[in-house]
């Protein structure tokens, strides 16, 4: 059974960095599709940055040169850094995963495995 499990969520002034912290069970795929979403209050969930099996990323402008997604395959987690973090970052942080994909993508609706968020609350 595939779990997710996200931790290193909390609550930093602006300007501020965070380092999240997916580590994945029960999944062992050669090829894989894991990515980072973010849902705040009162808005749909969107995608912040993904990684392929081959370590082909991919980010949203709104993230972009401020989070860095990496895997470490040893340990099996997913990492999210987060720096220069604003108020308009605070949100629940989610990890999911998916097998092999097309094209690995921050689209919601292509991933079938999640964990339970973790939240980052930035203040000003």
């Known amino acids: 059974q595939v779990q997710l499990r996200e931790s290193g969520g909390g609550s930093v002034q602006s300007g501020g960095s965070l380092r999240l912290s997916c580590e994945v069970s029960?999944?062992?795929?050669?090829?894989?599709?894991m990515g980072w979403f973010r849902q705040a209050p009162g808005k749909e969930r969107e995608g912040v940055a993904s990684?392929?099996?081959?370590?082909?990323?991919r980010y949203s402008d709104s993230v972009k040169g401020r989070f860095t997604i990496s895997q470490d395959s040893g340990k099996n987690t997913l990492d999210l850094q987060i720096n220069s973090l604003g108020p308009e970052d605070t949100a629940m942080y989610y990890c999911?995963?998916?097998?092999?994909?097309?094209?690995?993508?921050?689209?919601?609706?292509?991933?079938?495995?999640w964990g339970q968020g973790t939240q980052v609350t930035v203040s000003s």
């Open positions: 999911a995963a998916e097998r092999w994909l097309p094209l690995c993508t921050i689209i919601e609706a292509d991933f079938s495995y």
């Open positions: 029960g999944y062992t795929p050669s090829s894989y599709c």
């Open positions: 990684i392929d099996s081959d370590g082909n990323t």
